[in-house]
């Protein structure tokens, strides 16, 4: 129906340039395949190199906005007090099973509580799934 509709606007005075882009196909040009193996040296070539002091002192991919510069590490006094305690491990629900609740901290009880809940609703879904 649309080779039919560019057709007709051949035969209209339109110039014929405006007729050929009516009927040009818009396709995805695939990238080309580079040539000479999987190109880790091509790759290992663009990338450029860092200097130690340099990825010691910034925070690379930390930058958001369209312009500006990746922010520098600070030093730890200026970082809030709680913040190295995200590094902090967490027990798992294996672990908190094993040790007694009522000697647990509220923090990991309420972990355990919030994890036990969430293996058994996981179990309850399993066996009443549909095979």
Request: with cysteine; charged share 30%.
């Amino acid at each position: 129906m649309a080779m039919s509709w560019t057709r007709g606007i051949k035969h209209v005075a339109v110039p014929r340039h405006a007729a050929q882009l009516v009927e040009t196909r818009c396709l995805a040009i695939a990238s080309k395949a580079k040539k000479g193996g999987k190109g880790g040296a091509a790759d290992a070539a663009k990338t450029p190199a860092l200097t130690k002091e340099l990825k010691s002192t910034t925070v690379f991919g930390a930058n958001i906005l369209k312009e500006g510069s990746d922010p520098k590490i600070q030093p730890d006094s200026e970082y809030p007090e709680w913040l190295p305690s995200l590094l902090n491990k967490r027990p798992v629900l294996s672990e908190l099973r094993r040790k007694d609740p009522k000697t647990l901290p509220y923090e990991d009880l309420k972990r355990f509580v919030k994890l036990d809940n969430r293996s058994r609703i996981k179990e309850n879904n399993a066996l009443t799934a549909k095979n």
